[in-house]
């Protein structure tokens, strides 16, 4: 006997209108759209709420931050794994890409020392029913570490694994142009004191000539051998676009320039922008506005990036009149668009045969809030 749903009453958003009408569901998959409110009494009333695909979350470290509550505080794994995944749901994404860096910039950090339990948790958490969104891995390889090789070797085979980026955070070049903005930013975030970040900045650099470009092309040739999709990060120039397409990417992930980004959107590479940089009106760091890019139609993905209930409220903002987005473009942003880009084909999107991953959203003075989520048609939230 099959398990079957009808969702009516809804406002329906696909990847190209909107409707008012229902949404069948049958064994965990979309079965059937209609343009008309069901009357059969077993029919769930959405009210008139939108009913959207679930949120498709690239590049969030969420995780790491309920690893790390407090600097030299280590939270329990499993714990952290439970209450990061929590927060993901109520957020209305379905499926997120937890991204796990490998390689540090903190003298003092421990990234390095969590990754295993960071990867172990998120297996143990949901081979044993305790997470109700779908994890899988990002890994974001510092290349200025020297470390960082080896230990992406070690962690590519994880099947859960489905984008790579290649990050390079030394001083001098894309986010960090100006030197001067790198000693404010990491002596803030880490704490240190002028002498610390002199020897910071020294051994960055002296890192960055021994293992960057070595790092680059050796991961980027590894995810080309495996087909496992590869993003860019922090370009700022042509220059980089040209080595980023080189290198096969597929992702240009939070470019700092208007010239960057619309030489990777050219290119075909998809430009990822920070949700947080819409909602906040700009970037933390001084880099390119997310919104100037959506106006100038060269912004393809948004990623919650640190705060995940900043994805849907972003997308929600596109479709304010000085950006210009209709709802559906805004929703693909957040769930079509990032889901094909990794290869994650039967999800996404509010159509017959993919998964009924959906969420139930109520617009409450202007900011849209959560009522109902569901993973392959079995309600999470």
Same mark, same amino acid.
């Given at each position: 006997?099959?398990?079957?749903?009808?969702?009516? *009453?809804?406002?329906? +958003?696909?990847?190209?209108?909107?409707?008012?009408?229902?949404?069948?569901?049958?064994?965990?998959?979309?079965?059937?759209?209609?343009?008309?409110?069901?009357?059969?009494?077993?029919? +769930?009333?959405?009210?008139?709420?939108?009913?959207?695909?679930?949120?498709?979350?690239?590049?969030?470290?969420?995780?790491?931050?309920?690893?790390?509550?407090?600097?030299?505080?280590?939270?329990?794994?499993?714990?952290?794994?439970?209450?990061?995944?929590?927060?993901?749901?109520?957020?209305?994404?379905?499926?997120?890409?937890?991204?796990?860096?490998?390689?540090?910039?903190?003298? !003092?950090?421990?990234?390095?020392?969590?990754?295993?339990?960071?990867?172990?948790?998120?297996?143990?958490?949901?081979?044993?029913?305790?997470? %109700?969104?779908?994890?899988?891995?990002?890994?974001?390889?510092?290349?200025?570490?020297?470390?960082?090789?080896?230990?992406?070797? %070690?962690?590519?085979? *994880?099947? !859960?694994?489905?984008?790579?980026?290649?990050?390079?955070?030394?001083?001098?070049?894309?986010?960090?142009?100006?030197?001067?903005?790198? %000693?404010?930013?990491?002596?803030?975030?880490?704490?240190?004191?002028?002498?610390?970040?002199?020897?910071?900045?020294?051994?960055?650099?002296?890192?960055?000539?021994?293992?960057?470009?070595?790092?680059?092309?050796?991961?980027?040739?590894?995810?080309?051998?495996?087909?496992?999709?590869?993003?860019?990060?922090?370009?700022?120039?042509?220059?980089?676009?040209?080595?980023?397409?080189?290198?096969?990417?597929?992702?240009?992930?939070?470019?700092?320039?208007?010239?960057?980004?619309?030489?990777?959107?050219? =290119?075909?590479?998809?430009?990822?922008?920070?949700?947080?940089?819409?909602?906040?009106?700009?970037?933390?760091?001084? *880099?390119?506005?997310?919104?100037?890019?959506?106006?100038?139609? +060269?912004?393809?993905?948004?990623?919650?990036?640190?705060?995940?209930?900043?994805?849907?409220?972003?997308?929600? =903002?596109?479709?304010?009149?000085?950006?210009?987005?209709?709802?559906?473009?805004?929703?693909?942003?957040?769930?079509?668009?990032?889901?094909?880009?990794?290869?994650?084909?039967?999800?996404?999107?509010?159509?017959?045969?993919?998964?009924?991953?959906?969420?139930?959203?109520?617009?409450?003075?202007?900011?849209?809030?959560?009522?109902?989520?569901?993973?392959?048609?079995?309600?999470?939230?």
């Amino acid at each position: 006997m099959s398990d079957e749903m009808i969702l009516t *009453n809804a406002r329906v +958003v696909t990847a190209d209108q909107v409707f008012h009408g229902s949404v069948l569901v049958r064994d965990g998959r979309i079965t059937d759209l209609d343009d008309k409110p069901s009357a059969l009494p077993q029919a +769930v009333d959405l009210e008139g709420d939108y009913l959207m695909p679930g949120l498709i979350e690239l590049h969030t470290d969420n995780l790491e931050k309920h690893m790390t509550p407090r600097p030299g505080v280590d939270w329990p794994s499993l714990s952290a794994v439970i209450t990061h995944d929590a927060q993901v749901i109520a957020s209305g994404i379905t499926t997120v890409l937890d991204a796990i860096s490998i390689g540090d910039i903190n003298p !003092r950090g421990q990234r390095l020392a969590k990754l295993s339990p960071m990867v172990d948790a998120i297996e143990q958490a949901e081979k044993n029913g305790l997470t %109700r969104a779908e994890h899988h891995l990002h890994l974001r390889c510092e290349v200025v570490h020297p470390e960082t090789q080896d230990v992406f070797e %070690r962690l590519a085979a *994880n099947p !859960r694994l489905s984008l790579v980026s290649i990050m390079d955070h030394s001083p001098g070049q894309r986010q960090f142009v100006n030197l001067d903005k790198y %000693r404010t930013y990491y002596m803030g975030k880490y704490s240190l004191n002028a002498e610390e970040m002199d020897e910071l900045m020294h051994r960055q650099i002296r890192n960055a000539q021994n293992n960057s470009d070595r790092q680059r092309k050796a991961i980027a040739a590894h995810c080309a051998r495996q087909n496992v999709p590869l993003a860019s990060h922090d370009d700022a120039t042509a220059a980089h676009v040209h080595e980023s397409i080189g290198l096969g990417m597929a992702i240009a992930e939070f470019p700092t320039t208007a010239e960057a980004a619309s030489a990777s959107h050219q =290119k075909g590479l998809k430009v990822m922008m920070g949700a947080p940089n819409i909602i906040r009106g700009g970037s933390h760091s001084g *880099n390119i506005a997310a919104s100037h890019l959506a106006k100038e139609g +060269v912004l393809d993905i948004l990623s919650s990036d640190y705060y995940p209930s900043s994805l849907l409220a972003a997308a929600m =903002k596109l479709t304010e009149p000085d950006v210009g987005f209709s709802l559906p473009e805004a929703i693909r942003t957040v769930s079509k668009t990032p889901a094909e880009t990794v290869g994650l084909c039967d999800r996404g999107e509010i159509k017959a045969g993919l998964f009924a991953d959906l969420i139930q959203v109520r617009a409450h003075h202007g900011h849209p809030l959560i009522h109902q989520v569901w993973k392959q048609g079995r309600r999470v939230f």
